[in-house]
């Protein structure tokens, strides 16, 4: 299997790919928790190409995409200058998302992914994420370095999560 990750314009073809892999993950990652029927709603209700386009759009934001011979398997938002509650003044911050399909989630998927965003994100001083506690990529993050900073709850259900920070550039 080829594994590529790559940064992806806001196009209608990478908008494309990213919905098919948010429709996805919000499935898996929420089947245990939240109705079928609720998953699809939030789905049909709340996932807006326009507004994604628009979003990546933004100077402030980049799109990487993995994808397995060349289907698309994952992804990874990176939002410069994003900040959450914990992030101490004068810092810089870049929140990431992080998200690759179960079925794919391999450490070479895994790699390829994050060297990809690490090397993106190199300008700031903390990368930070609100990942699940159920989320089997949580474990991976804290692996590359991730610390847990703070409870929290994230996703479009309110889930129980946590902000997990890796500081960057230490001043």
């Known amino acids: 299997m080829d594994i590529i990750s790559k940064f992806t314009v806001g196009s209608e073809e990478g908008i494309s790919d990213l919905i098919t892999i948010i429709d996805s993950s919000v499935y898996t990652l ?15 209700q709340q996932i807006d190409p326009r507004k994604m386009i628009n979003d990546l759009n933004n100077l402030s ?7 397995a011979d060349q289907k698309p398997i994952g992804y990874s938002i990176i939002k410069s200058g994003s900040l959450h ?22 450490p070479e998927t895994r790699e390829s992914l994050w060297k990809k965003c690490r090397s993106a ?12 506690d159920h989320d089997p990529l949580a474990d991976f993050l804290k692996e590359c370095g991730f610390i847990a900073a703070e409870s929290s709850k994230a996703g479009p259900f309110q889930m129980p999560s946590h902000i997990l920070e890796l500081e960057i550039n230490k001043s």
């Open 30 to 44: 929420h089947k245990e928790f939240v109705s079928e029927e609720d998953i699809k709603k939030y789905i049909q």
């Open 121 to 132: 994100v190199s300008f700031t001083d903390i990368i930070w994420i609100n990942i699940l």
């Open 61 to 67: 934001n980049q799109l990487i995409m993995t994808y």
């Open 85 to 106: 509650s914990g992030i101490p003044d004068g810092k810089r911050a870049t929140e990431i998302s992080f998200v690759i399909l179960s079925e794919f989630d391999t």
